[in-house]
């Protein structure tokens, strides 16, 4: 399973980024989502994550209500709007896939609950 992450880049405080994912093998739909984040000297972090189906999301308290993840089964892809940007959402943004079964619907913030992961993309957030 391959998985290509985009749409990082720099932008002020307050501003907004979405990020892709694009899974390069189906059934996409068979697979739950998550976004972490990693900061210079930091553990990878759970950031959020999205049912096979899109519905039931899961979000870390640092960003709720500002992030939103959705996915587009048709075209095998995770986004994940990412508004009110701080200083401290500057990090790498990973996607990553975990194959489930329709009936598992449980959060999983662990980073080794996954099993595909893509190569990152860098967000910086300037105060």
């Known amino acids: 399973v391959q998985l290509q992450a985009s749409g990082g880049g720099l932008v002020e405080a307050g501003g907004s980024l979405r990020l892709s994912c694009k899974l390069s093998r189906r059934p996409f739909s068979e697979y739950a989502m998550g976004w972490f984040r990693q900061a210079p000297g930091k553990e990878r972090e759970f950031v959020a994550q999205?049912?096979?189906?899109?519905?039931?999301?899961y979000y870390a308290d640092s960003v709720k209500g500002r992030f939103t993840i959705t996915r587009d089964n048709a075209n095998n892809t995770v986004y994940l709007q990412m508004n009110s940007l701080k200083p401290e959402d500057s990090a790498v943004y990973y996607c990553?896939?975990?194959?489930?079964?329709?009936?598992?619907?449980?959060?999983?913030?662990?980073?080794?609950?996954?099993?595909?992961w893509g190569q990152g993309t860098l967000v910086t957030v300037s105060s």
């Open positions: 990553a896939a975990k194959r489930t079964i329709v009936t598992d619907l449980r959060v999983m913030m662990g980073a080794n609950e996954y099993g595909s």
């Open positions: 999205i049912s096979r189906n899109g519905g039931v999301t």
